[in-house]
């Protein structure tokens, strides 16, 4: 039997808890082998720890060009910190490492996120992929190693805590009976939280669990991860998202063009550029197209519906930055 024509595009994968990213990839290659589109070139667009949940990009095909982009993409996660027990891994996996009782104010947690909302630095987790002398961190912090990371700039563009009412989503501690706020009363008892669910939308590079951590210190307490999910990765959002069970229904013989998002989606807000056939032509052979009318910068280049490149354009000439074969 003859193999389907190659795909060229992205799944947006739900990724469950428990599911490392590269099974994942695994996944898709797999139903797309049982399929009968032969050997398509499959990859993520950005690492989600087993124990996190939620947006995976996968490219297939040509989109497997844009990987890289998607890496270097900002993310938005939602997750939960529970304060008392800080463990070696900043998540509910690891050994407890510190405990404390103390248990901050619910609208101390509110007020703190503005103190971790702009550029900011962090440790990232002694258990995380990062390479110590070539050695994975989590490899040298599991053989019992002491593991020393440096700190990292990163930016939080945003980070509020979840659900309820006000400004950054916090019901009043003073509501009365009649559902709205009293007058501040400084003899009244503050609402302590166990634990609190915050949505934070970062830059590349940025670890939730360190995030987290640093959180539970400020707040004159330790805190661990106990729920993280990935809300949107670079252009994709959880409603494109399709569960493990969608994806294989599409090795029993569902349609995959059903949850197959084009190549251009991994490109969201780089305008398009309609080429003529020369122009086409010439851009694949990677040649200089000149006297194209347009203002500098970024382009996705298409010879009608088909890409061609995606092409730089500097004083009305073309340069191709990354070519597809589609």
Not at 68 to 85: A, H, N, P
Request: hydrophobic content about 40%; overall charge negative.
């Amino acid at each position: 039997m003859d193999s389907k024509a190659a795909p060229h595009g992205w799944i947006v994968l739900d990724k469950p808890r428990g599911l490392g990213s590269t099974q994942a990839v695994a996944a898709v290659k797999r139903n797309l082998r049982e399929a009968g589109y032969g050997k398509v070139k499959v990859g993520h667009g950005g690492t989600l720890d087993p124990l996190a949940e939620g947006v995976l990009p996968i490219a297939l095909g040509e989109a497997t060009k844009l990987s890289g982009r998607m890496l270097d993409s900002d993310k938005t996660y939602e997750f939960t910190l529970q304060f008392g027990e800080e463990t070696d891994t900043l998540d509910a996996e690891g050994e407890v490492v510190e405990r404390s009782d103390r248990r901050p104010p619910r609208a101390a947690v509110a007020a703190i996120c503005e103190h971790f909302t702009g550029p900011i630095e962090q440790v990232p987790p002694k258990y995380s992929a990062l390479k110590v002398d070539g050695k994975r961190a989590y490899d040298l912090a599991r053989a019992g190693e002491e593991v020393e990371l440096e700190k990292r700039a990163v930016t939080v563009h945003s980070l509020e805590v979840l659900g309820g009412a006000g400004p950054a989503g916090l019901e009043s501690a003073f509501a009365t009976t009649r559902g709205r706020p009293d007058p501040y009363d400084p003899q009244a008892p503050l609402e302590l939280a166990d634990s609190v669910t915050l949505v934070a939308h970062v830059s590349k590079g940025t670890y939730i669990r360190s995030l987290a951590r640093d959180i539970a210190h400020a707040l004159g307490t330790v805190g661990h991860v106990t729920y993280l999910r990935r809300i949107k990765a670079g252009p994709f959002s959880e409603n494109q998202a399709i569960s493990l069970d969608k994806l294989n229904e599409i090795g029993k013989g569902a349609p995959l063009q059903d949850h197959l998002l084009p190549l251009e989606a991994g490109l969201d807000g780089i305008p398009a550029l309609a080429l003529d056939p020369d122009s086409a032509q010439a851009a694949r052979q990677g040649r200089v197209v000149s006297g194209l009318p347009h203002p500098d910068g970024l382009y996705f280049a298409k010879l009608g519906d088909v890409p061609v490149a995606l092409v730089e354009l500097e004083g009305g000439a073309m340069k191709v930055v990354r070519g597809f074969n589609v």
